[in-house]
């Protein structure tokens, strides 16, 4: 069981979800609060993730049988069997961190965090299922990755500045644009299984062509924040680079995006050492 809720969590991704809320509670929170440092970092570490992949991996387990991705490091097939243990353990280990982190915040600080489970749930529970639901599936998954920086944001208790709100849209033009590539290799199984996504509706070549747009207005933006935080915009660069190769898929051969989205999970972790880099040189002229 603890090795299917492992890999149902999607352990290459912690990182993710737990380094945005991290990285923006140490630059702005003035003092630093080391338990809601370290609660919020772990929250977002596994708990988070394993609800919101979790859930996933329960509900699109049809669709998961038809595509040949999945069973690995790109997702669990979660057997039947393990459907109820998996959404009982995400709420059994998600409800204490929560309880503890609406304890530490305020009003502003909760609203957040109610956008940021409500679109974990939402995104892949039945009735809602925002991730049927072309482009707001890529809006909901890129909320996933964005609101624990936002979080850490309110609960610094600081307004943002514009250069944070530069940097905060284009985290999030940067996962809308990866939740609509990532999309692209699945346009066959979805469709067998009957799934929409944005993909699925706008075709493979038109999808490729939109995430590249969003991955250059995400190196737009961050390019217009101050020095030399606006370097940051540079980093658009390899995801450009992985995604334009792609531009002539056709719905036919869509699963042949696989191998960009496999390179995509190696430049995040060059691009998090690139935005530790930045940090720490903004922080020391701040």
Known sequence: MIRHLFVSSRPLSWVNTAYPFALAYLLLARPVDPLVLVVGTLYFLV????AMYGINDVFDYESDLRNPRKGGIEGAVLAPAFHRPTLLAAAVTNAPFLV??????????WLVLL????????YSAPVLRFKERPV?????????FASPAAYAVALAGVAPDARAVLLLAAFFCWGMASHAFGAVQDVPSDREAGIGSVATVLGARATVLFAAALYLAAGVLAACSRWPTALAGLLALPYLAMVLPFVGITDATAERANR??????????GAGFAVTMLAIVASALA
């Open 47 to 50: 708990p988070y993730n394993l």
């Open 260 to 269: 960009g989205w496999r390179r995509f999970l190696a430049i995040n972790y």
């Open 136 to 144: 707001l599936d890529s809006i909901t998954s890129a909320t996933h």
């Open 100 to 109: 503890v982190l609406v304890l530490l915040g305020g009003p502003a600080s």
């Open 115 to 122: 956008i940021s489970v409500f679109a974990v749930v939402a």
